[in-house]
């Protein structure tokens, strides 16, 4: 997700807040002027503009639901494990088998560990983490 680490972050947001609202008041003035025009409901007058903040206040809602989707970080994948904290299970030959989020990985690391030693997920080159010591 380069869009939200790349520089100017706060008015790159600012931008997407402001098209969702856009989008959404005219989405919520649209259906409001159909209900009125077709008069398909017979719906007194006074109850559209009930009905127009109701949709309002649930398109903002929507809206601050799809921002925060959006600015989530991703947890599947490599990117999900970088910063993932576990504990080394058994030391081998070539390296350690640590447990990450209920997974083992094969590991490496410049510190010499020991088994239960807490570590943290540094990088991540193919099926192989790097990690230190926490």
Known sequence: MQFWTQKWTFWRLVVVIAVLVIFFIFDDVLMIYLMAELDF???????????????LIT???LALVVFESMRRQPTTGQEGLIGE???VMRITDDGYQVKVLGEIWQADCE???KVNDPIIVKSMMGLRLKVERR
């Open 41 to 55: 409901l017979s719906i007194h007058s006074g109850w559209y503009w009930v009905f127009y903040f109701a949709a």
């Open 59 to 61: 398109s903002l809602l």
């Open 85 to 87: 904290t576990g504990r």
């Open 111 to 113: 510190q010499r560990l």
